[in-house]
């Protein structure tokens, strides 16, 4: 029998409450494809009612651990069957529930950020968390919505909401084609000041962003480095256009 997709699971499950918006299951299933009989860690921030790590334990059926992290005291009394999944209840990002969960792994192949979705929880979080994702993971921010809204500290003009700050990661990506003009240090200055800005920002661990209807996926790439193009391959004998073999302007 054909495994049931992300989309089926959560449509169809029953227990514990997860709330999910419809874009993200069909993303989620060709996102997470690769991955679904590997032995993964997957760390959730935000589980509210717990279901979602129901889903992640049926859909990862290989997977060797889920975590998820809230800060509703009330998530203390989240209980499962499958000894798989340990919930923390804490802030995330302070220090006492950091603590916890790395004792419980430091190395993760999915991070998922669905808690308070507040711009500085959601940069603190990228920040803490995304050095714990293994080479290749994946680090997915929830319900980016609401960084269009003032309550959650955004704002469409606000230049320094969690959204411009991912936004300038884009050119971070591409740091090989500016890196005589500026550093990523003081290009991020709004952000970090110029002697702490995260060392794995600095390595070009980050490979990739994408940007999509509240979601954002921001991809580690599996060796840090900046050159991220590769070589330029050039195939065949041919040029009845244009004599090939010169440089991009």
Known sequence: ?????????????????????????PYYDTLFAPLRDQPIQLLEIGVQNGGSQ???AQYFQSAELFVGCDIDPKCEAL????PRIKIVVGDANGAPAFQKITALS????????????TSHDIMRSFVNY??????????VVEDTCCLYMDAFGGGILNEFNAYA????LVDVVNFQFWKNDLSISNYLRSYFDLRSTPAFILDGWIESVEFRNSIITIKKSLTPTHEKL??????????????????LP
């Open 165 to 168: 700050f991912f936004k300038r």
């Open 130 to 139: 995304f050095p714990l994702l293994k080479p290749g993971g994946v680090f």
């Open 1 to 25: 029998m054909e495994p049931k997709s992300i989309d089926t699971l959560h449509r169809t499950k029953t227990g514990k409450i997860s709330d999910k918006w419809a874009s993200y299951l």
């Open 230 to 247: 590769g070589e330029r391959i050039t195939v065949g004998s041919e040029a009845q256009v244009q004599n090939w073999g010169g440089k």
């Open 54 to 56: 129901e889903t992640w």
């Open 79 to 82: 209980r499962y069957d499958d």
């Open 106 to 117: 430091t190395a993760f192949d999915i991070v998922i950020d669905d808690g308070s979705h």
